[in-house]
């Protein structure tokens, strides 16, 4: 498996999470969990996705993401897993 | 399996705390670079550099892309030069033409800088030690990414005084041949005592004739991600400060370690060592200075300035070192004048001092370094700047380093400038009593005794 974490930040508002799916679904990219909160005031949404089975190169999807974000008006990032892992796992 | 909470925590770190991987640094090695005709030394080291490190800035950018992390140079650092042009090389014209050659293969791979047009003369000069030495007026004026450092000293050996008093004068030299960007000439020459092979940081970096033939180190930053850490301490004791020191020193030097084993990996080239240094910038926020003012120091300078340095390097260490299968190069804090926002401002305020400075430099991981000084020091001065910072290294064997630049037409109170990551520094006041007698003897300070440690 080979995991990367998307995460939205910005102003709450309808469809964020129905117009990220819709994109990953496209790609054939598997999301593994789902989890939502409201960090200082902001909309804030974590995915661990299965890119195993994308569709494309994995810096197409960290730029496609993007440019989704910039239309929803969201940042959207997408990174691989290990920069998270690595950092708070010993 | 991760949380929330945790992804943020890390994106916050990049995002607002400027979080970055300072350096990917690849070494190389020219010995088999040798010849004895200087065009053809040139044309090997071209080849080489420009095969070698080929694919290292896409490989680069591309793990930037991967994890969203910033990797802030990339660079070369190769075998000192004085080894490798020593049997061709007949003037320090000769070494001048191998300096464009690095610096055409630098810029041909499109990395930042490149280090190793250096010396190792901690016991005594060769002939062709002394022409790259009296060539870096001319190599450093005519390049513009081209590294240079020369250790004149170690633990081991001894102090090279001739060497020491030699580059008193090619320190100004270097300086009046770049006037018209206020010495920055001298941002890219380093002097050192007890000089490690493997740094990837800059100016000093060069690859040791210990080296492999290829190899990538990778420095590490983050003043910015122990600063805001610390604003969680305020008023707690010196064990919870230290906890949340080496708390953050180990993440920040995972992504290090991940980077490195990344970049090792898609450039099929061993990994060498992660620097641990924190390594400030001139931006707000990213200052090894504030981090000392967050311990509790009114401003950086004042009494107390030492003993929290020594305690903030020792920790960075001890939290870094278990993030890592290998730490080498300088690793600690760095204190660059002009490259930390809070050290420019003391300096400007005249709180810190060239002689706190001095003091700082014996618990920090490196020396007097990006100091601006009045463009009439002495010759002299400079020397006798260099052998204290040395003496100070070979006694209490650690590396220490000068890089300073005297500004040509400025004196005390104003501002040299030198760009980017380099910064901008006040030009703080030298004392300017002689120690010509004392720089000019001739030879070398012997190895100092290693027991009776007092």
């Known amino acids: 498996m080979n995991k990367a974490v998307i995460t939205v930040v910005g102003r709450d508002a309808v469809g964020i999470i129905a117009r990220v799916c819709a994109y990953l679904a496209e790609h054939r990219v598997n999301v593994l969990d789902i989890s939502q909160t409201i960090l200082d005031g902001f909309f804030n949404m974590m995915m661990i996705v299965d890119v195993s089975q994308a569709n494309g190169e994995f810096s197409e999807l960290v730029d496609g993401l993007g440019s989704l974000g910039d239309e929803i008006g969201v940042r959207i990032r997408c990174q691989r897993e290990e920069i998270f892992t690595k950092m708070h796992r010993v | ?454």
Request: charge should be negative; glycine fraction near 10%; include cysteine.
């Open chain 2, 1 to 454: 399996m991760l949380n929330i909470m945790e992804v943020d925590e890390t994106n916050k770190m990049i995002e607002q705390e400027k979080l970055d991987v300072r350096t990917i640094t690849m070494g190389i090695s020219l010995l088999d670079c040798t010849a004895g005709d200087v065009d053809e030394v040139c044309e090997r080291i071209y080849r080489k550099i420009a095969t070698k490190a080929h694919d290292l800035v896409s490989t680069g950018q591309a793990i930037e892309r991967d994890y969203g992390i910033p990797i802030v140079n990339k660079r070369i650092t190769v075998t000192p030069i004085s080894l490798v042009g020593a049997g061709a090389c007949q003037s320090p014209e000769d070494f001048v033409r191998i300096a464009h050659a690095l610096d055409r293969a630098a810029k041909e791979v499109g990395v930042d800088l490149i280090g190793g047009y250096s010396a190792l003369v901690s016991k005594s000069m060769t002939p062709a030690e002394r022409m790259l030495i009296e060539s870096l007026p001319q190599a450093l004026s005519e390049t513009d990414i081209v590294c240079s450092s020369v250790n004149v000293g170690s633990t081991k050996t001894g102090i090279d005084m001739d060497a020491v008093e030699l580059l008193g004068r090619m320190v100004k030299d270097i300086a009046y041949s770049t006037r018209d960007n206020d010495g920055f000439g001298c941002v890219k020459f380093v002097a050192f005592c007890n000089a490690t092979d493997d740094n990837p940081f800059m100016a000093g970096g060069f690859h040791g004739v210990t080296e492999g033939d290829v190899v990538v180190n990778v420095g590490v930053s983050g003043p910015g991600v122990v600063s805001r850490a610390l604003d969680a301490t305020r008023g707690s004791d010196f064990e919870t400060l230290c906890e949340t020191i080496k708390r953050t020193a180990f993440k920040i030097t995972r992504v290090g370690q991940l980077v490195a084993q990344e970049a090792s990996r898609r450039l099929g080239v061993p990994f060498g060592i992660i620097d641990l240094s924190l390594a400030p910038t001139a931006a707000v926020g990213d200052s090894v200075g504030e981090v000392l003012e967050k311990i509790g120091l009114a401003q950086v300078g004042g009494p107390g300035t030492t003993a929290a340095l020594a305690m903030l390097n020792d920790q960075v260490k001890k939290g870094g070192i278990m993030a890592s299968s290998y730490v080498g190069g300088l690793s600690g804090a760095f204190i660059p004048v002009s490259e930390d926002k809070a050290m420019i401002d003391a300096a400007s305020t005249g709180n810190l001092t060239i002689e706190k400075l001095e003091a700082m430099t014996c618990v920090c991981s490196v020396g007097l370094d990006m100091i601006a000084i009045p463009g009439d020091t002495t010759a002299a001065t400079i020397s006798g700047i260099i052998a204290d910072e040395a003496a100070i290294g070979m006694v209490n064997q650690k590396t220490t380093a000068v890089r300073v630049i005297p500004v040509y037409g400025k004196g005390v109170g104003e501002v040299a400038n030198f760009g980017g990551l380099m910064g901008y520094a006040p030009i703080i006041p030298v004392n300017q009593t002689s120690c010509e007698e004392f720089v000019s003897r001739g030879g070398r300070i012997p190895a100092p005794i290693h027991s009776f440690k007092n």
